[in-house]
């Protein structure tokens, strides 16, 4: 089945380390977006891309770095200098250049970040 | 960008019409609305969109007034499974990424 698979499920991070979100989708889409989530809160933009090789800051970029080496793939590094990682980590991915079909973003479900 | 103003909470009889209301005054032309749910601990799940025209689908129906400052989604026979978080999204055009620009949304439950 067609969709988006963003592994682990569940992620502990130690003070000061690097840690790296997979997001991996078998739509053919072009566009990938990385979202974070806070309790009780909606989501806020990363990064996204829109081709491969090519990425834009969102809302909150700072301290996330992100890489596109392949259509299927768009991880999310959570670097050390993120001092508020926990949240749940969502990405999505979508058809661009259809804007007069305006498709829809698809989610996957997700990754939750703890400090350990 | 445009902001979306929704009511916190709802609540709906099981088997009623679920009215989900927002407020989007600052839209632009250009600017679609888009309507996801989410469960706990889930990703977002598509509903519906919409530029001017009201839309159905086999989930719901959008309302989008006249002078497009305001929407509503349509749930019209509400199940257990329908309660969830609500968001009325504004997407950005293409050529500022298409990003959904998510508000607080409306915690539906819906009660038997």
């Known amino acids: 089945d067609g969709g988006i698979t963003q592994s682990p499920k569940y992620l502990f991070r130690k003070e000061g380390q690097n840690v790296t979100l997979s997001c991996e989708q078998n739509l053919n889409h072009d566009a990938m977006y990385w979202y974070r989530q806070d309790p009780g809160q909606g989501l806020r933009l990363i990064y996204y891309s829109q081709i491969v090789n090519d990425f834009q800051k969102g809302d909150i970029a700072e301290g996330y770095s992100v890489s596109r080496e392949k259509k299927e793939s768009f991880p999310l590094t959570v670097t050390s200098a993120q001092k508020n990682p926990t949240a749940f980590y969502l990405c999505?991915?979508?058809?661009?250049?259809?804007?007069?079909?305006?498709?829809?973003?698809?989610f996957g479900d997700g990754t939750r970040l703890s400090i350990l | 960008d445009a902001k979306t103003t929704q009511p916190p909470s709802m609540d709906c009889a099981e088997g009623r019409a679920a009215n989900l209301p927002c407020n989007h005054s600052?839209?632009?032309?250009?600017?679609?609305v888009y309507w996801y749910r989410q469960i706990h601990s889930q990703g977002p799940q598509y509903i519906i969109h919409g530029l001017k025209n009201n839309e159905t689908n086999e989930m719901a129906s959008l309302i989008i007034t006249e002078d497009r400052k305001s929407s509503t989604l349509i749930l019209p026979h509400a199940t257990l499974r329908d309660t969830a978080v609500y968001y009325c999204?504004?997407?950005?055009?293409?050529?500022?990424?298409?990003?959904?620009?998510f508000g607080q949304g409306t915690e539906l439950s819906v009660k038997p």
């Open positions: 999204i504004v997407r950005a055009p293409y050529n500022q990424g298409g990003k959904l620009i």
């Open positions: 600052t839209i632009s032309g250009n600017e679609y």
């Open positions: 999505a991915s979508r058809m661009p250049g259809q804007d007069l079909l305006n498709q829809p973003q698809h």
